[in-house]
């Protein structure tokens, strides 16, 4: 099982309800996501993730390239067979 972090910007709400959404469009791959409330402005998402490397960093890539992450980290601890 592989984790990916982010640090999200709480005004932009709207990108708290796409990363919801993005994980729900990648259902293969996203196995569990908790929500935690850093602060009035921050959040922090961890998800759980399981699949071949190519399809994390993509779905990585995609999540990190949106507006209001704030920082973001794969970490791959195994390929999948």
Do not use: N, P, Q, W
């Not at 709480?10 to 469009?25: I, W």
């Not at 996203?30 to 399981?50: K, N, P, W």
Request: aromatic share 4%; proline share 0%; net charge negative.
């Amino acid at each position: 099982m592989d984790l990916f972090l982010l640090v999200v910007d709480l005004f932009l709400v709207v990108v708290v309800l796409y990363l919801v959404v993005v994980a729900h469009d990648h259902g293969e791959i996203v196995l569990s996501t908790l929500h935690v409330h850093l602060d009035g402005d921050t959040c922090m998402e961890i998800s759980a993730l399981r699949g071949h490397r190519g399809a994390l960093r993509h779905y990585a890539d995609h999540v990190l390239g949106m507006k209001g992450v704030l920082h973001g980290e794969l970490a791959i601890a195994a390929e999948t067979r």
